[in-house]
């Protein structure tokens, strides 16, 4: 919905508040038409001035107040457990990721502390595991995923199963007091395991009860059944369930979120009603996916204050964590933000310029380098005898028919465009799919089936190493080689290509230098 019509029909509720929240939106994008120029005001501003203030504010990638000029996050580099915080180039400013590029240089780095940008140091989130806050996760790796935001380079936080972090909570509303939060989020890193939150939880580690967590969950996770659509959704988790609206039952508004940046949004007023929203982070308008009553048995909420991100509340002091999701910025606020106040937030965000660092560029060619020690010589390639696709040696010394045969042209996704598929780069109109789980190059029949077979979600390599390429309808799965073959397998499984030994390895590839 246009943020202005979005208000207008709102008059009557509250001309003052309604009108300065627009003025807002308007200044966001006044202040982001340069987009790699700082911000005239951050998330927060824009919150405070609505009249709910933000009580936590956490990102790896840029200030979210127009006067923040502090630490954003910490890292510790392995090669002598040396820690290093990384803040802003900048007041109001993109991180400093050329200072953690220069610290953790010849070593793997993890991010071990996200600090609350309000300045309340019990908000600072904390790993949950040996060293940390205690519990059986670890820290996730800080160089997985490069990002750009206006047009500067940052690093995502971003969680694989046995990650999370955890604050004790300091001035986060508790019991029924009103609450809003929002994160972005990625539609091309997540999971169905519990659960990817990012919010309000218990401060014992604990299930505590209907109502004592009020957390954003994103994911694909179908909690009660009946789910619309293969996700990711963003729903509440407010323990005991994940919610798609106000009752157990599938919420037909809810819609998948798919964008590689994703801004999801809930608020919770603690005592009748809540709302769920969700955006491509990038661009366009919220959606409203519910507003309506709270579900039954969580009136009145009973929150209590402490904040996760990466896990459930009750997680990660004797197991670990199953859940994956990206996280790139998020915040807590006091109060039920007004609709208003949201659009102008979601302005902000879009404004800011967040961009993936890709060489799956539509229209681009390159050929896809194995990263298996067996294997470095090797790239995918198809068979010219038949429709199945292997890897095989091709060096300069190759025939013109072989490095033709290993050379890929980049398309927008066919059933997705944030996404990619291959076509050959020698047979026009032929495309990378999936087939019974083994990859073929077939000419596309114009189906929905075909489309989602065809494809794929490069996401950073499984191995540390180059990129991992997710089929988009199976999303547990990655194109690998396996005895010479390609396949898309999942980490363990049935099938002889789900082995798990050398998995990582055998599904992460280099963008290599087009053959052809």
């Not at 009249?51 to 200030?63: E, K, L, Y």
């Not at 994911?219 to 157990?248: H, I, K, M, R, Y």
């Not at 491509?280 to 009973?302: C, D, F, I």
């Not at 696709?389 to 091709?394: D, Q, R, Y």
Request: net charge negative.
């Amino acid at each position: 919905m246009v943020p202005a019509l979005h208000t207008f029909r709102r008059l009557s509720r509250g001309l003052i508040g309604s009108l300065a929240a627009v003025a807002l939106a308007f200044t966001s994008l006044v202040a982001f038409s340069g987009a790699s120029q700082a911000a005239a005001q951050g998330p927060c501003d824009i919150y405070a001035a609505g009249g709910t203030p933000c009580v936590a504010a956490h990102s790896t990638t840029r200030a979210l107040f127009a006067s923040y000029n502090g630490p954003l996050y910490q890292v510790r580099r392995a090669s002598d457990s040396t820690s290093r915080n990384i803040g802003v180039r900048s007041a109001a400013g993109v991180a400093d990721a050329a200072a953690q590029d220069s610290f953790c240089a010849g070593t793997v780095c993890t991010i071990t502390r996200i600090y609350d940008q309000t300045g309340s140091s019990g908000n600072t989130l904390v790993y949950q595991g040996p060293g940390g806050t205690g519990g059986a996760d670890t820290a996730a790796t800080a160089t997985t995923e490069p990002v750009t935001v206006g047009g500067q380079k940052a690093y995502a936080l971003y969680i694989n199963p046995g990650n999370s972090y955890f604050a004790n909570g300091s001035g986060v509303p508790t019991g029924s007091s009103p609450e809003g939060a929002y994160m972005i989020t990625s539609g091309s890193h997540v999971n169905k395991s519990c659960c990817f939150d990012y919010g309000n939880t218990e401060t014992d580690h604990h299930a505590d009860g209907n109502g004592a967590m009020d957390a954003i969950n994103f994911g694909t996770e179908c909690w009660f059944g009946g789910c619309g659509g293969t996700g990711p959704w963003v729903q509440a988790d407010l323990e005991n369930g994940l919610f798609t609206g106000g009752s157990a039952a599938w919420n037909p508004n809810q819609v998948s979120e798919t964008s590689h940046f994703v801004t999801a949004m809930l608020k919770n007023n603690g005592t009748t009603r809540m709302a769920i929203k969700g955006a491509n982070a990038q661009l366009g308008s919220l959606t409203q996916l519910y507003s309506g009553s709270l579900p039954s048995g969580y009136n009145p909420m009973h929150k209590q204050g402490a904040i996760i991100l990466g896990s459930g509340g009750d997680c990660c002091q004797t197991n670990k964590n199953a859940s994956a999701g990206t996280f790139y910025e998020g915040a807590m606020v006091k109060g039920y933000p007004s609709d208003a106040t949201d659009a102008a937030v979601q302005a902000n965000i879009a404004a800011a310029g967040y961009a993936t660092t890709t060489p799956f560029t539509p229209g681009a060619r390159v050929s896809l380098q194995a990263t298996t020690s067996c294997c470095t010589t090797d790239y995918l390639r198809h068979d010219t005898s038949d429709d199945k696709v292997a890897i095989g040696a091709v060096t300069s010394g190759s025939s013109s028919t072989d490095k033709a045969d290993a050379t890929w042209i980049v398309r927008p996704g066919l059933a997705n465009g944030n996404c990619v598929s291959f076509e050959a780069a020698n047979a026009s109109g032929r495309y990378l799919r999936h087939y019974a789980f083994e990859l073929h190059l077939n000419p596309s029949d114009g189906t929905t089936q075909f489309a989602a077979d065809a494809t794929f979600c490069p996401q950073p390599g499984n191995s540390g190493t180059g990129y991992s390429l997710q089929s988009i309808n199976y999303p547990a799965k990655y194109i690998r080689h396996y005895a010479s073959t390609a396949y898309i397998a999942s980490n363990g499984g049935t099938n002889a290509w789900d082995a798990t030994s050398l998995w990582h390895e055998d599904t992460s590839w280099l963008a290599a230098t087009p053959w052809n």
